[in-house]
């Protein structure tokens, strides 16, 4: 119920104008979001990098509505892809494909895409390009983005790879179609709010497929990120992969800014790899609401600090 409240208001103005204006809760945000500028966002890649993390840097909008705000979002990320190149940073890259432009025209918003994986595989050097995800956003957009990254493979762009969602019934065919075409995968649980008809109103289905995808990824061998910070699905994929001999550098764990850093360090130390999710920018609004709603105990601290204005 509070989930579902909560993944709506990260969609409302209203609910926007007055949690925003909130001092306290823009302080509550900087928990998860690494400061409102680029030079922020370095800073703290580097830090986690000094701690053997790597980093994902996400320039936060989504759902733009103009072509002048896709194009300076596609400007944006190639800015930062010549900042994590002039910086030597272990980091890649994670934009929207809605604020690339997808809810304004697809073939608009392919090519704002085209030019940020251009300029990734420019700035590559050994052992290959920077990648670039896509995030995956509501169900409203997965066939799209699926269908995007077949068509910038088609093209030779094969340094793009998107996100697949465990909560959607689909995903157990989208992880066959993208495992085929060879492109990473990004496994998540799913973030939005979807209907009983696309995604499992049951949390355990959810978990389910995770863990059945979780092992068909890494049979494949497409160097597959497991996002997650549930450590029983954590101990799942260490499991699975002592038992097949996958070794620890075939796949990444990845895990947002903020969230459960004694993890992120436990599992570095253990040898595996794992990624921080890094991200920053002043519309930060969508993003915090959606982690309330995975983790609604922390909006007794926030309604706290709302309620003091
Ligand atoms: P689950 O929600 O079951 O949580 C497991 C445990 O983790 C909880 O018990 C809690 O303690 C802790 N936890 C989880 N979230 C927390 C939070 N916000 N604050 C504090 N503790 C928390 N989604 C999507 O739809 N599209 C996308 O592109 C992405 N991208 C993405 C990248 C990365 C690197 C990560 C880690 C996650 C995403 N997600 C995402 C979000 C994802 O779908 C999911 O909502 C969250 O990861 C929470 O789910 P868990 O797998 O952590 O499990």
């Not at 701690?51 to 996400?58: E, I, M, P, T």
């Not at 900042?83 to 608009?108: H, Y």
Request: glycine content about 6%.
């Amino acid at each position: 119920m509070l989930k579902s409240g909560l993944l709506r208001l990260s969609e409302s103005p209203t609910a926007k104008r007055i949690i925003t204006r909130a001092p306290l809760s823009r302080s509550f945000a900087q928990r998860f979001v690494a400061g409102d500028t680029l030079r922020e966002a370095l800073d703290a890649a580097r830090a986690l990098n000094e701690a053997g993390l790597s980093v994902s840097l996400d320039f936060l909008g989504e759902s733009v509505a103009t072509r002048d705000e896709a194009e300076e979002a596609a400007r944006m990320a190639i800015e930062i892809l010549e900042a994590i190149t002039r910086e030597g940073l272990n980091a890649n890259l994670s934009i929207k494909p809605t604020q690339l432009g997808l809810d304004i025209d697809e073939a608009f918003c392919r090519a704002n895409i085209e030019r940020v994986l251009s300029r990734a595989a420019e700035l590559g050097s050994a052992p290959g390009e920077i990648f670039v995800r896509l995030d995956m956003e509501s169900s409203a957009y997965t066939e799209r983005t699926v269908a995007l990254v077949e068509g910038l493979w088609a093209d030779g762009f094969t340094n793009v790879g998107t996100v697949l969602q465990s909560m959607l019934r689909r995903t157990p065919e989208d992880v066959a179609r993208l495992t085929a075409l060879g492109s990473r995968i990004r496994l998540v649980k799913g973030a939005y709010q979807e209907p009983d008809t696309v995604a499992f109103p049951d949390k355990a289905d959810t978990d389910r497929v995770y863990v059945e995808s979780m092992k068909t990824l890494l049979e494949a061998g497409t160097y597959p990120a497991l996002a997650t910070h549930d450590e029983q699905i954590i101990d799942a994929a260490r499991r699975f992969t002592w038992e097949r001999g996958i070794s620890k550098d075939s796949f990444e764990f990845q895990m947002l800014y903020g969230v459960r850093r004694d993890l992120q360090t436990r599992l570095q130390e253990e040898g595996y790899n794992v990624r921080v999710y890094v991200p920053f920018g002043d519309s930060w609004y969508p993003y915090l609401m959606r982690r309330l709603a995975e983790r609604p105990a922390n909006v007794v601290f926030m309604a706290g600090s709302v309620m003091r204005e």
